[in-house]
């Protein structure tokens, strides 16, 4: 059992293939420094895994102040059953005032084993977390389906929680590495027996982790829109998104949806084509760096949030814009 004298916020990590902490699990990291600076405590990253001890040196040089190492091939056959045990045994010791882990269809797994198991309160599909004057920490998450965002606060000692992907920040250097703990990994025989792995590989970059998203609106009027904005999206190594309705008419793939409903995305470059700029839609994107939009209508709500705005119809601006950027890039 690990045990920790200032009990802060512990970071549950996600490994991708190749051993090393994923984009979201980093952004995470930076979300939990950002908030143990109100709460005076330790910032502790839980790393578990088949041979881990990469993720555990990446997680310790981001600023986080002692990485827990739980390295075991059962974390590969026994699925969430494994993850949801060890978490429990390291929570015992630590009492950390905040658990949190990217929201993932893992999480939704494990994390309410954790909660039932430790008698406390989970909070799903967080889009914000932040700390008042008081340490209070306050949940932000959708409800409604999306069309309102409601605040909640805990009285739990222990509150575990799970974050949207692209809602963290990124982690700050603080110019020295964590300790590394290796911490004794709980055995034993679980109903679940994972036989096989599959992943799909994505055909470009993830949209949640793209620096370049180009995304369509309603104002596209089908799903043939859509091919001209993955051509502009390959171009620039981006990723193609929408607005919720190109998703509900099945112009686009679900997946595809940016907002509070869909996915919350900060990329360095968002450009918005047809997209009228709906509340829902703007909170999924509203920490991207530069926001280009192309609209027809001048009072589109979109142009609020943009840097660089154009009033036109986009069947006659895009295909020059892109031609544009394929001549600037030499391709």
Known sequence: MVSCESPGILVLTELVDNGLLTTRTRLLVGLAQYLTAGLHGELIALVTGNGAAKAAREAASLGVDTVLLADSPSFGTSGTEALAANICEVCAGLRPRLVVAPHTQAAQDFMPMVAFRLGTALVTDCVGIT??????????????????????????????ATVRIGSGREPTECGHAGSIVPVPVREGRYRLEVLE?????PSGPVLEEAGVVVAGGRGLGGPEGFDKLRGLADTLGGAVGASRPPCDLGWADPDTQVGITGKIVAPDIYIAVAISGSSQHLTGMSDSGTVVALNNDPDAC???????????????????FSRKVRELLGS
């Not at 004057?133 to 009285?155: C, M, Q, R, W």
Request: without cysteine; aromatic residues 12%.
């Open 197 to 201: 792995s599959k992943h799909d590989e």
């Open 131 to 160: 700390a008042r004057e008081d340490s209070t920490l306050v949940f932000t998450k959708p409800i409604y389906g999306g069309n309102a965002l409601a605040e909640f606060v805990s009285g739990s000692p222990t509150t575990l």
């Open 302 to 320: 979109i142009f609020n949030a943009a840097d660089y705005g154009v009033v036109a119809d986009w069947q006659q601006v895009l295909p020059a």
